[in-house]
């Protein structure tokens, strides 16, 4: 989800920004009001859409359908109805939050898998190199003691499983985020 989340927040950031700067732009001529209408029905779908992401990803329980306030009532209630409805709004804010949040996820995500990895690898080559089998270039220079490989080996295998654990726990929460901001409260 780390990983995936900066991709979803660039597409919802995007498209949240240019609805928004797009409809603000035409509210001169008149299909401003319309398509800010369609604007805002798509951050409800997209909504929905990264509401099933969530769920797949973090495991946290989202609704399977959007809940539709009164669908017997005329369009323009509906219309009047979806203006009002804090749901429509706190999934707009959603949407222009994921781009910050998904490039701090991904940054951690990323980095934690370089310097995990690279503490369980580096030492492993460092061997192999000193017994022939590799060959590290003349110009790198290593420098340390044969000693401090399983130090080496243990510090990376401590912070990979330490990213892990608090992946899952950056998962939780941003369930609960999403939970808070993508979902319409009960009654």
């Known amino acids: 989800f780390m990983l995936l989340s900066l991709g979803t927040g660039i597409v919802y950031f995007t498209v949240a920004v240019t609805g928004l700067a ?18 805002l029905g798509l951050v409800r779908a997209l909504a ?9 990803l973090t495991g946290t329980r989202m609704p399977r359908r959007p809940a539709h306030a009164r669908s017997t009532a005329p369009w323009y209630q509906r219309v009047i109805d979806m203006l009002k409805d804090r ?16 490039i701090v996820y991904f940054t951690i995500a990323t980095a934690g898998l370089a310097i995990g990895v690279g503490l369980i690898g580096a030492p492993i080559v460092w061997l192999l ?14 420098s340390g003691a044969p000693w ?34 993508l979902v319409r409260p009960a009654g």
């Open 22 to 39: 797009m409809s603000a732009g035409l509210m001169i001529p008149i299909i401003g009001f319309p398509f800010f209408l369609l604007f």
């Open 48 to 56: 929905l859409a990264e509401g099933r992401i969530v769920e797949g």
């Open 87 to 102: 749901h429509t709004w706190t999934a707009l804010f959603y949407m222009i939050l994921q781009l910050p949040i998904g």
């Open 129 to 142: 190199d000193i017994a022939g089998i590799v060959h590290i270039s003349s110009d790198v220079h290593v």
């Open 148 to 181: 401090s490989i399983p130090f080496l080996l243990v510090l990376g295998v401590v912070l990979t499983t330490a990213l892990l654990h608090l992946a899952k726990a950056i998962g939780n929460m941003h369930g609960h985020i999403a939970k808070a901001l």
